[in-house]
T-cell receptor, first 112, second 110 residues
Framework: DVKVTQSSRYLVKRTGEKVFLECVQD?????MFWYRQDPGLGLRLIYF???????EKGDIPEGYSVSREKKERFSLILESASTNQTSMYLC???????????FGPGTRLTVT | KNQVEQSPQSLIILEGKNCTLQ??????????LRWYKQDTGRGPVSLTI?????NTKSNGRYTATLDADTKQSSLHITASQLSDSASYIC?????????FGAGTTVTVRA
């Protein structure tokens, strides 16, 4: 079974803090993705990576950065958290050319 | 404007009843369409995937249909169970990009 894990299920941070969200997959997938999910908007792609040290902007990259130093790990970084970044963050992975993405359980981030 | 529209936004049904969820899309070119189920507090899990040539696909009590001409898909839940309470998300793949619907929240009551 594919397993995608995220470092925290719930996180509360203050405005201006630097926030790290970690995602690890154990199936040697090349592709990894970070989404945020907000009511009424569905999932929106923030960043994705097709290989180690490679990253591409998604639809809403502003205010975020990512790091992929190892194949199994993809980190999302909020350099200076703001209240409009309060959301559910979902990580996903897929094999190269694979049609299906496998999602982690999500991290619900609240910025106060 | 979102390229994938789902309806209704939410619905409540009694246990044992059937329901149908709708997904209309404008994504072009079209590669495939997938329905995901997302339990509260969990990540989405794939239910079905359909390509251009497939009209119907079933996964247990879930049956998805696709009309690629009208760009419409539906997900039918038969004999609903309490465990069907979840959000159902329609995802359409174009050339290389996924477009997500906002989801339909289904609540099954005893």
């Amino acid at each position: 079974d594919v397993k995608v894990t995220q470092s925290s299920r719930y996180l509360v941070k203050r405005t201006g803090e630097k926030v790290f969200l970690e995602c690890v997959q154990d199936m040697d997938h090349e592709n990894m993705f970070w989404y945020r999910q907000d009511p009424g908007l569905g999932l929106r792609l923030i960043y994705f990576s097709y290989d180690v040290k490679m990253k591409e902007k998604g639809d809403i990259p502003e205010g975020y950065s990512v790091s992929r130093e190892k194949k199994e790990r993809f980190s999302l970084i909020l350099e200076s958290a703001s209240t409009n970044q309060t959301s559910m963050y979902l990580c996903a992975s897929s094999p190269r050319g694979g049609r299906q993405q496998y999602f982690g359980p999500g991290t619900r981030l609240t910025v106060t | 404007k979102n390229q994938v529209e789902q309806s209704p936004q939410s619905l409540i049904i009694l246990e044992g009843k059937n329901c149908t969820l709708q997904c209309n899309y404008t994504v072009s070119p079209f590669s495939n369409l997938r329905w995901y189920k997302q339990d509260t507090g969990r990540g989405p899990v794939s239910l079905t995937i359909m390509t251009f040539s497939e009209n119907t696909k079933s996964n247990g009590r879930y049956t998805a249909t696709l009309d690629a001409d009208t760009k419409q898909s539906s997900l039918h839940i038969t004999a609903s169970q309490l465990s069907d309470s979840a959000s159902y998300i329609c995802v359409v793949r174009g050339d290389y990009k996924l477009s997500f619907g906002a989801g339909t929240t289904v609540t099954v009551r005893a």
